[in-house]
């Protein structure tokens, strides 16, 4: 069962963040990570990952920086360029308190929920 669109807009960035927290990631291995954690049930797509990693780095949540990528021939400068994001100190701290909102907030929702079966 995939998530319905207005959750999943509302944790996008509770979602890259995390993904982040793990270590550096350009922005395809955040797609295959974010899918392989979701059991595909979350595909970001580049018109969702990337507009959301500019606006994170604007905000200071995320450092990105370009490295070559090495060609089959090994040269390095003859690769494309890969672009790196890393979770800053503010984004960290944001991580945080943006995990402790979700976690307060199911907490919430759950006592209204009937009790399973």
Do not use: C
Not at 31 to 45: E, G, N, P
Request: net charge positive; glycine share 6%; proline share 4%.
């Amino acid at each position: 069962m995939a998530p319905a669109k207005d959750m999943w807009r509302s944790s996008a960035d509770l979602v890259v963040l995390s993904v982040l927290a793990d270590g550096p990631r350009y922005g395809y291995a955040i797609t295959k990570q974010v899918a392989a954690q979701s059991s595909d049930s979350i595909r970001l797509t580049p018109g969702v990952l990337y507009p959301l990693l500019h606006q994170m780095e604007r905000q200071g949540l995320v450092n990105a920086e370009w490295d070559a990528v090495k060609s089959e021939t090994g040269n390095s400068k003859r690769g494309r360029q890969r672009k790196w994001y890393k979770l800053s100190a503010k984004g960290r701290r944001r991580l945080k308190q943006r995990v402790a909102a979700h976690r307060a907030y199911q907490q919430l929702i759950e006592s209204f929920l009937p009790a399973a079966d």
